[in-house]
């Protein structure tokens, strides 16, 4: 058993570095904006920097950045931190990561606990930030879903009233809240300065990858080209918008029965085995026991995601 330790001191070694680094990066950060907002003579006021003109490096370590750029998963973590508006770059996400892996790991292993359930802390703890971010890039899109019919009406009522096609993109830019009003001023600022308009909005596209933006983005581009009333054409479209939010209210009321079906279908096994666990635990012994009740198992827990799966499938109706 002489790897325990060793194994131990490499992952203690990583807990260490991984929060020095961690450290380092972000007083480092804050230690640059004091800096320059005494150059500056000024307050430091991160809303005034564009978006555009902030670094787009993975990692502000120069090896990380360079062993991070060689991976495409580290650019698809990257337009994932951007979708959920997290405000940190991909070299901080995988130190946060790795850290709390081997904290957990190590923990595990100090408690005494056998090592493939330390493992499976590290692993439970090294997707939790990922978690995470999917939880807040989901709730930011939803967002930007249930706001955009009101930008839209109000990027039409702006055209309508003699604003010009960059003025009405600033008016919503201005007005309205967070997700849209942070999405709308990158396309401005990036207009300004002398991105062509076209990738600006294929920008915005790329970062909320919805059907709705796709679609906003597809008339401006029509539009432009072949000439139209644009405030009629968004006006239609956020009619349109709201009629599929409308046709969509219905169907999670049509198929809530199907839902709870599956719902109960997932869950109502591992009730009945949590429930024979605690009133007779000599009964499901054999399963543990036997080769065939671990297969059996290996199969239940198969089953029971397909059949999960499948329930999803057959509940979402796409509109």
Known sequence: MLWVPIVIFLL????LLGGYFLFAVLSGKSEVKKRLSLLQGRPSVESETPEVLKSELLSEVPYLNILLSKFKLSLRIDKRL????MKINVGTFVLICSTLSALGVVAGMLLGWPLVLAFTAGLVLLCTPLLVMNVKRNTRIKNFISQFPDALEMFARSLRAGHSFTGAIQMVAQEMPDPIGREFEKVFDEQNLGIPLR??????????????????????????????????IIDNLSYVIRERFRVHGQLRIYTAQGRITGFVLVLLPIAIVCIILITSPEYLKPLWNDRAGRTL???AVVLQIAGAIAVKKIVRIKI
Not at 12 to 15: A, D, P, R, Y
Not at 82 to 85: H, K, L, S
Not at 199 to 211: F, K, N, Y
Not at 215 to 230: M, V, Y
């Open 12 to 15: 203690t070694l990583v807990v």
């Open 297 to 299: 198992i290996a199969l």
């Open 82 to 85: 951007q979708q959920a508006g």
């Open 199 to 232: 990738e600006a909005l294929l920008g915005m596209a790329e970062r909320i990858d919805i059907l709705d933006v796709k679609f906003f983005i597809t008339a401006i581009l029509i539009q432009r080209e072949t000439g139209g009333n644009l405030a009629e």
